[in-house]
């Protein structure tokens, strides 16, 4: 296999110790060359979820590369590591249904295996610390060329693990969705595609207020609801200049409701 210059870390390590490093020097060790993209460190401790839909929403963007997605509580028990190979990429990370729907935006899993090969992984692998001494050596393996099959013996992709759906229910005059993502900005996303706007009216119910449907924050007045199709193509609910996410007492798992004003 040719090389692959790109590298990209999403986990849940924070900023204030030295496990980001400790994998980009890791990297940097074993393939100097791979330029790495981090495309974030702050996912909530644990909260797979979040780090699979921050995962699927930013590889099509990035260039064809390694994707390693870190969010792993169940590091150092049966759950396996694995590695898997999309027309747009590779991916690697633990088999807890973090990588699925990153797959799926890469054009779904063509080869799928079980990080076990001795050699592609460090000296002594900590029972805690599977990013510094597996899947950062095999991403930079992977990243110099070496093949995927070498990595560990072939999986069944109807046997990886995956996240239960999101709950979305149609409705008559609305939907209930479920909170998919609250971001930095405290704007809500929701597991509903941007398209079931289409048919409601301009002025709509969220949670049982009064909401605008508009494309951006400004087609709310100042402190108003908006809900839009945000840039991932799902439907997201803001609030102009403040957090839609306090406002409406929400977080990721919660439930809400938008539905024309007749009907609640």
């Known amino acids: 296999m040719a090389p692959i210059p790109w590298i990209s870390l999403t986990t849940d390590y ?3 110790d030295g496990f980001v490093a400790a994998c980009h020097g890791v990297i940097a060790r074993l393939a100097p060359a791979a330029r790495v993209i981090d495309v974030t460190h702050l996912v909530p401790p644990g909260d797979v979820r979040r ?5 699927a929403q930013t590889v099509p963007h990035l260039p064809v590369g390694v994707h390693v997605a870190v969010v ?3 590091v150092g028990t049966a759950r396996r590591g694995v590695g898997l190979a999309t ?3 590779l991916l690697v990370g633990p088999d807890n249904g973090l990588l699925l729907d990153a ?3 890469l054009g779904g899993i063509t080869a799928a295996v079980e990080l076990t090969s001795a050699g592609w992984l460090a000296p002594r692998v900590s029972d805690t610390f599977h990013g510094r001494d597996v899947f950062a050596p095999v991403a930079a393996r992977l990243a110099l060329g070496a093949p995927l099959a070498d990595a560990g013996p072939a999986v069944d992709p109807d046997t990886l693990v995956r996240l239960p759906a999101p709950v979305l229910d149609r409705e008559a005059g609305g939907f209930t969705a479920e909170v998919l993502t609250v971001d930095h900005f405290g704007n809500v996303q929701l597991a509903a595609p941007a398209e079931l706007l289409a048919g409601l009216p301009g002025r709509v119910r969220v949670a049982g207020r009064d909401a605008v ?4 924050f400004g087609d709310a007045p100042a402190g108003g609801l908006v809900v839009h199709g945000d840039s991932a193509g799902l439907v997201a609910v803001a609030v102009n200049g403040g957090r839609a996410a306090e406002l409406l007492g929400v977080a990721p798992g919660d439930l809400l409701r938008v539905s024309t004003p007749d009907a609640g």
Do not use: E
């Open 72 to 74: 792993d509580p169940g």
């Open 14 to 16: 924070g900023l204030a």
């Open 103 to 105: 797959a799926a935006a």
């Open 213 to 216: 449907r508009g494309r951006t």
């Open 51 to 55: 780090g699979a839909a921050v995962l």
């Open 87 to 89: 027309p747009g990429g």
